[in-house]
């Protein structure tokens, strides 16, 4: 391509070649990922981050900041966008999404972070003219002057309709969560605005990341060396980073011993470790174990105790995961891939059963920012008969006496509670346990028998666990 450049400003005015920002145009092309090919930021941008390091072009404070210029970008899309059709003359259905993208990170630039507003504007200009041309940079330039003039605050009161007048929609434009969403989680939390309010706003922050020192093979001592660690809040075998850093650059994580586990899906795999028993404590299975996190953490608990692990995921490539995962485990242990709904196992076959069961991860929005957009809420129609049909497989893997875990990263009461009601009545084979005494000293667990973990009161993904007992 020819470097002469085309002279589009007017005349007299000298041509200046746009300046290329390597950290913006990353955090672009990470965004357009994620537009346009319903890419995951979290799978996208390590290897755009890696690629500009080998490139010499970023050092580690400049991939801190495309990180944080993608994820707080996605994370605020729903008030950003607001504020931005506020500042457009048509509809942002009609503004080409390349546009939006640029636009949206400048937005968040100038009301969600520290850089200054002339250097949040010039830097958007010059990426808008870099990777959409001068005509569409000047269209940037007279949005983002608009949107500079007030702050995030400011917007808010503007765009956002009063809480009084419809509190679901005013907290879906200030937390940026589809108001659909906030219908359903706040149906789940229960209670009046605080409560609310405190959960949306923990769905913006940045989670730590949290390890799992997978009994007898790795000690929180070991994983407590490692630079800004802490001891977890809940299970014993939790370390939290509380600045980030690479886990995958500590020993103990490279192989295997340890784990990247947030402390919501080490408590689920915990509970039912120590649920009481009828019998022997042999033979468990994971039925979802796909890419196995959970599995890692009771096949080292099963080892302990003498009792094997047989870890079962649909997708072939899954397994393949779970396999990874479980190398090195001490105790015997096997991989399958395998259908739940159909499976190859024997009825009445096992003394504890996992069932993670696929749901829309609703809990878990800290960690993938897209996934709140992305989601619909007939994407429960799609989930359900599933989640039913792999609690009743469960209940016919377990032995009477023995007991299942039934767990979703997802507080949706259609996922959770009405999964286990509706099955339940099915099934007077079986009852529900209180769940609450196998989480000791994990206060706010709800009304039980079910628990249900928050991000704002437990720090966790929202998992959800109900413990059923075969009883007949
Ligand atoms: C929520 S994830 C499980 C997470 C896992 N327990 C962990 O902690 O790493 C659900 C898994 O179930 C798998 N899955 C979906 N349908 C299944 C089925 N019918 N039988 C078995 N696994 C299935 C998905 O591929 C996915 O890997």
């Not at 796909?290 to 080292?300: C, D, I, T, V």
Request: charged residues 25%.
């Amino acid at each position: 391509m020819s470097d002469t450049p085309r002279r589009t400003d007017k005349p007299g005015k000298p041509y200046r070649r746009p300046k290329k920002d390597p950290v913006r145009i990353l955090a672009f092309e990470a965004l357009r990922a994620v537009d346009e090919r319903d890419a995951y930021a979290n799978l996208v941008l390590p290897p755009l981050l890696r690629k500009a390091r080998e490139k010499g072009d970023f050092d580690g404070r400049d991939a801190a900041l495309a990180t944080e210029l993608v994820y707080g970008t996605l994370r605020r899309q729903g008030t950003y966008d607001a504020v931005i059709a506020a500042c457009v003359d048509r509809p942002l259905r009609e503004v080409d999404p390349p546009v939006l993208d640029v636009l949206s990170l400048g937005v968040h630039q100038l009301l969600g972070t520290r850089i200054p507003t002339h250097a949040a504007v010039s830097s958007s200009v010059e990426l808008a003219r870099v990777v959409l041309g001068d005509g569409r940079a000047k269209f940037v330039n007279a949005v983002l002057r608009k949107v500079a003039q007030d702050d995030l605050d400011g917007w808010i009161a503007k765009v956002a309709p009063p809480y009084e007048d419809d509190p679901e929609d005013h907290l879906a434009v200030v937390h940026s969560h589809p108001r659909w969403v906030v219908s359903a989680l706040w149906d789940s939390l229960g209670g009046g605005r605080a409560g609310i309010e405190e959960l949306l706003a923990a769905d913006n922050e940045r989670p730590e990341v949290t390890l799992v020192a997978r009994p007898g093979r790795a000690t929180t001592e070991e994983l407590l060396g490692t630079e800004a660690a802490v001891p977890g809040r809940w299970s014993p075998y939790a370390v939290r980073l509380t600045e980030g850093g690479e886990p995958g650059a500590i020993d103990a994580v490279r192989d295997g011993r340890a784990g990247v586990q947030d402390e919501g899906s080490q408590l689920v795999a915990l509970a039912l470790a120590g649920a009481p028993l009828d019998g022997p404590d042999e033979k468990w299975l994971d039925g979802c174990a796909g890419p196995g996190g959970k599995a890692a953490l009771l096949a080292a608990l099963a080892a302990e105790r003498g009792a094997v692990l047989l870890a079962a995921e649909k997708q072939p490539h899954r397994a393949g995961l779970v396999a990874k995962a479980l190398a090195g485990n001490p105790g015997p242990y096997q991989v399958i891939a395998a259908d739940g709904t159909k499976p190859p196992w024997r009825p009445g076959s096992f003394d504890r059963v996992l069932m993670d069961v696929p749901c829309t991860g609703l809990g878990a929005l800290r960690r993938r920012p897209e996934a709140r957009w992305r989601r619909r809420p007939e994407d429960l129609d799609g989930f359900a008969p599933l989640q039913r049909g792999l609690l009743l497989s469960a209940l016919d893997a377990v032995r009477v006496g023995g007991v299942v875990g039934y767990a979703t990263c997802s507080p949706h009461l259609a996922e959770t509670r009405a999964v286990v009601e509706d099955v339940l009545k099915q099934r007077p084979d079986a009852e529900i346990l209180d769940a609450r005494p196998l989480l000791p000293g994990v206060p706010d667990l709800g009304e039980g028998p079910d628990v249900q973990l928050w991000p704002h009161r437990h720090g966790t993904d929202a998992m959800y666990l109900a413990l059923i007992r075969r009883t007949g």
